[in-house]
């Protein structure tokens, strides 16, 4: 049976059991569709010879080769990852554009007895619904941007509020990165593609009739690209600022960042990429504090000579209004929890505004 994918919202209900992405483990790891398990009908080697054999010999002969090794490969799954699956198993299959890879390794689960799908178009036709959504189309959602100098707690806001059914967007998340000059995450970062796939999922997964919180960033989270169609929207977006005091910014920065703490070195090289901005003196006395590891005081200086003097400039850069500001004296989770009220009806009031 093939399916065949119209709209990326399908995904979250497809008659299946098992995603299976077909494709080599370097395709694999660029993109795949959200919960798919990776089992190459050819490796990355064995897709290269295969490929070379075909160009420059013998398209028989690269047929005859390449299904062997389909064969060889598909048969140790069995004995293997799939040996476990029942009789009321359902697979769908996919691989670059539903071609042979995916064919041949459906057609073995197929002979066994199993529902197997294939996805017409593979990979290639859910892309292209992922670039529709993002690059091609306005999006029909209702944005408002929770603004907020670095170290207020945004991103546990954002948290707190999806908790409290607010609908929002965790661009930082979906990019695995907090955004700021040294807002590397362990594991990196995805590929552009396979953020772009994780952030069509969760627009698609978003009533367009109620609004949706989205942290303001730049263009840019990490070196993940926001799309032009959700940047587009973002810019227009009205905003909700939160402010607190600089000594609650700092020592929530300095528990927030503790994976970089606790590395000390790391925390080092990553100053060393302010100094083209802050010049060496400052960054050499930044990272001397990071050796008596002073990092309350050294967040607090990165706040007032760092961070803040580049929203600043942001923001006169753009020219944009002051919005309604919502002030937590304090970032522990209490005070925050006991600040949503204010915060929601912010955001609804900021939402009507714009809407009207």
Not at 52 to 70: M, N, P, S, W
Not at 130 to 143: C, D, I, K
Not at 327 to 342: E, G, Q, T, Y
Request: charged share 25%; glycine share 8%.
């Amino acid at each position: 049976m093939k399916l065949v994918l119209t709209d990326i919202a399908q995904l979250a209900a497809l008659p299946v059991d098992t995603l299976i992405d077909a494709r080599s483990p370097s395709e694999y790891a660029e993109d795949h569709l959200p919960g798919a398990i990776n089992l190459p009908s050819l490796s990355d080697a064995e897709r290269a010879e295969v490929g070379t054999i075909y160009v420059q010999e013998d398209r028989f002969k690269a047929r005859r080769i390449g299904a062997a090794l389909v064969a060889r490969n598909v048969a140790a799954y069995l004995e293997g990852p799939l040996s476990a699956k029942d009789g009321s198993w359902r697979p769908l299959v996919y691989c670059w554009r539903g071609g042979q890879r995916s064919g041949s390794f459906a057609s073995i689960l197929d002979q066994i007895g199993w529902r197997v799908s294939l996805l017409e178009g593979g990979y290639r036709a859910y892309r292209r619904l992922v670039v529709q959504m993002l690059y091609e189309a306005p999006l029909a959602l209702t944005p408002v941007l929770l603004d907020g100098n670095t170290g207020t707690a945004k991103t546990r806001l954002l948290e707190l509020l999806e908790g409290a059914g607010v609908q929002v967007i965790d661009l930082e998340g979906l990019a695995n990165h907090r955004g700021s000059a040294l807002g590397a995450r362990a594991g990196g970062q995805p590929s552009q593609k396979l953020f772009d796939g994780r952030l069509a999922q969760r627009i698609a997964a978003l009533d367009p009739a109620r609004p949706v919180v989205i942290e303001a960033e730049s263009h840019k989270v990490g070196t993940r690209i926001v799309p032009p169609s959700l940047w587009s929207a973002m810019k227009a977006a009205p905003s909700v600022r939160v402010a607190a005091p600089v000594s609650a910014r700092a020592t929530y920065l300095a528990k927030a960042y503790g994976d970089m703490t606790d590395q000390p070195d790391l925390l080092k090289n990553s100053l060393d990429l302010l100094r083209h901005l802050r010049g060496h003196e400052t960054v050499d006395h930044w990272q001397q504090m990071v050796d008596a590891r002073d990092f309350n005081a050294l967040a607090g200086e990165l706040v007032v000579q760092h961070y803040d003097p580049g929203y600043d400039r942001a923001r006169a850069r753009h020219d944009m209004a002051d919005p309604e500001t919502v002030d937590l004296p304090a970032l522990d989770d209490a005070a925050l929890k006991a600040a949503l009220p204010a915060l929601i009806a912010a955001i609804e009031r900021a939402a009507g505004s714009d809407a009207g």
